[in-house]
Nanobody
Framework: QVQLVESGGGLVQAGGSLRLSCAAS??????????MGWYRQAPGKRRELVAA???????NYADSVKGRFTISRDNAKNTVFLQMNSLIPEDTAVYYC??????????????WGQGTQVTVAS
C-alpha cells in the first residue's frame, strides 16, 4: 500500500516559482520501484500529465512545461518534487502526484494524492 500527500501549492504572480512536494509512505521497496509523476487538472478539463520520473531517474515532460519545470525524486526520503519556474496563468490547476505501480509485478496499483492548488495570477 502506498499513500501520497502533496504540498507546496499556492498563489503566485506570472513569472514566479513554486516547488511542489509529494511525500510517499507505505512500502519502501514498492515506492522506490515505481515511476512517479505530476498531473494537473484545470476546471472543466481532463487531468493531464505534466512530468514523470522513473525509478532510475529518467524524466519526461509535457511540451507546455518543458524548460520551465523540473521533476526530481529523493529515494532516501521517498519524496518527489516539481520545481515550477516562469509560471504562466495557463499553469493554474490542481496538481496531483501519481505513483505508478502497474509495472511493479507485486503491486499493480495506480496511486494518487489529494491534490494541491496552484494559481498563477495574470
Amino acid at each position: 500500500q502506498v499513500q501520497l500527500v502533496e504540498s507546496g501549492g499556492g498563489l503566485v504572480q506570472a513569472g514566479g516559482s513554486l516547488r511542489l512536494s509529494c511525500a510517499a509512505s507505505g512500502s519502501i521497496f514498492t515506492i522506490r520501484t515505481m515511476a512517479m509523476g505530476w498531473y494537473r487538472q484545470a476546471p472543466g478539463k481532463r487531468r493531464e500529465l505534466v512530468a514523470a520520473i522513473t525509478s532510475g531517474g529518467s524524466t519526461n515532460y509535457a511540451d507546455s512545461v518543458k524548460g520551465r519545470f523540473t521533476i526530481s525524486r529523493d529515494n532516501a526520503k521517498n519524496t518527489v518534487f516539481l520545481q515550477m519556474n516562469s509560471l504562466i496563468p495557463e499553469d493554474t490547476a490542481v496538481y496531483y502526484c501519481n505513483a505508478d505501480g502497474t509495472k511493479v509485478p507485486w503491486n499493480g496499483y495506480n496511486y494518487w494524492g489529494q491534490g494541491t492548488q496552484v494559481t498563477v495570477a495574470s
